[in-house]
């Protein structure tokens, strides 16, 4: 919520909000925007009467300002519905969903893009090591962002996910997971599934092929997918044998117009060489040079 604040501002809303007691790096991010919101909830916070109000999923229905939002009459949104309306509408977005890997494959993608001149939008769950900051509302046609299978809100209980609108989708794994919002399997697999079934025909799908179950759900998508992986099964793998360094991997992957290109990825690790090449998969088809990737 707090990056989603800071971006609003940035695009002119005037911000106020409630939380309750905040911390570093969240309250230093806000402060630094000039975002000051009240500790404790109070009804009183909403007058003067905002134009919009947008509730978090840690919100419950009786929360005293959800419960007097809803009796002015107030318009309200959850956290992605308002990314959609203010920001994914004016952009391609480009999301990473899974379970595992997201948060490092955004801000991967985020960092390619912006080193690449491409000025993405951006919203990352994390705090990225070589941006500004976790959140930039780019002018760039892209828009990266994590997509989280979580709940949206009181009001919206299906996966935030369901509400980016992906032209490509990056799917990283996809396992059983959040037992409170999802009681067995199918019910994940099929928010899953919706993500899949809402990408354009004129989208791509970009799938970890490692994966059996990324794999069999992939079946769904109406657009091309783009196996990628360790396996050499995968359209996109490591050529020969990773490169194992200090805090870091190198490897070559085949490129149908660079040809063989050598990477050296500053992360160490089997499964961050996976993520890049999801990545590395996602630029090059936006045209990116291979150089530069």
């Not at 695009?11 to 500790?39: C, F, K, N, W």
């Not at 509730?55 to 007097?68: F, H, K, L, S, T």
């Not at 962002?145 to 919206?156: K, L, P, R, V």
């Amino acid at each position: 919520m707090a990056p989603l604040a800071c971006l609003l501002q940035e695009q002119g809303h005037r911000v106020r909000g409630t939380d309750g007691p905040l911390y570093p790096p969240m309250s230093t991010l806000l402060e630094r925007a000039g975002i000051h919101p009240h500790v404790g909830y109070d009804a009183a916070h909403l007058d003067p009467r905002p134009d919009l109000v947008i509730i978090g999923n840690a919100i419950r229905r009786d929360n005293v300002e959800a419960v007097e939002a809803e009796r002015l009459g107030l318009p309200i949104l959850s956290m992605p519905q308002a990314l959609a309306r203010f920001f994914l509408s004016r952009h391609r977005p480009l999301v990473v969903a899974g379970t595992h890997g997201k948060t490092t494959t955004t801000a991967m993608a985020a960092w390619v893009y912006t080193a690449c001149g491409a000025d993405p939008g951006y919203l990352i769950g994390g705090a990225p090591q070589d941006l500004p900051g976790s959140f930039h509302d780019g002018a760039g046609e892209r828009f990266v962002i994590e997509g989280d299978e979580y709940n949206a809100a009181y009001f919206d209980r299906g996966a935030k996910f369901l509400h980016y609108q992906p032209e490509t989708l990056v799917l990283t794994s996809v396992e059983y997971d959040h037992a409170d919002l999802y009681p067995n399997p199918e019910t994940l697999w099929e928010a899953y599934a919706k993500l899949i079934r809402s990408l354009p025909e004129s989208g791509l799908l970009v799938a970890c092929g490692d994966s059996p179950k990324v794999r069999e759900l992939s079946l769904l998508a109406r657009c091309r997918t783009l196996f990628y992986g360790l396996d050499p099964e995968n359209a996109v793998h490591p050529v020969g044998e990773i490169e194992s360094l200090p805090e870091a991997s190198r490897l070559r992957v085949a490129d149908p117009e660079a040809g063989e290109v050598e990477i050296t990825l500053s992360m160490a690790g089997s499964h961050n060489v996976a993520n890049a090449l999801a990545v590395w998969a996602a630029a090059r088809r936006d045209g990116l040079p291979a150089a530069a990737v």
